[in-house]
């Protein structure tokens, strides 16, 4: 089992930035995925950003994509996924979930299916403000 924590959401006007954490109770699977989803009320969660554990370049949603990015740091206690969010709109107003997968996926589409992670967090809300 791993338990995820992400931290870092709160209120932010238009065109500022946040950076999200996601700290992970034990280092993940090497072998394994780590993503960051959304959910706006009333909406899907949708993938926003992703990545294979063991190296590969990160895949983005189009509505995020140039204006966040992910990364991650790790010991062998855990590790810390982050996204930092530049520019941000009304529209990226969500609660952000950080997920974990323990193996990683062939297709680039597959990074996108939140049934494919086994472990979540309970999210963290950013509200952007007009």
């Known amino acids: 089992q791993v338990a995820l924590a992400e931290s870092g959401g709160g209120l932010v006007e238009v065109g500022g930035s946040l950076i999200l954490s996601c700290v992970t109770s034990?280092?993940?699977?090497?072998?394994?995925?780590m993503a960051w989803f959304r959910q706006a009320p009333g909406k899907a969660r949708e993938f926003v950003a992703g990545f294979a554990r063991n190296g590969g370049p990160a895949l983005y949603s189009g509505s995020v994509q140039g204006r966040y990015t992910v990364s991650v740091s790790g010991d062998n206690n855990g590790d810390t996924m982050y996204l930092q969010m530049n520019s941000l709109k009304p529209e990226d107003t969500a609660v952000y979930y950080c997920?974990?997968?323990?193996?990683?996926?062939?297709?680039?589409?597959?990074?996108?299916?939140?049934?494919?992670?086994?472990?979540w967090g309970q999210g963290t809300q950013v509200t952007v403000s007009s």
């Open positions: 034990r280092r993940t699977f090497g072998g394994g995925a």
């Open positions: 997920a974990v997968s323990r193996t990683a996926f062939y297709l680039g589409h597959d990074y996108e299916i939140d049934l494919n992670y086994d472990y």
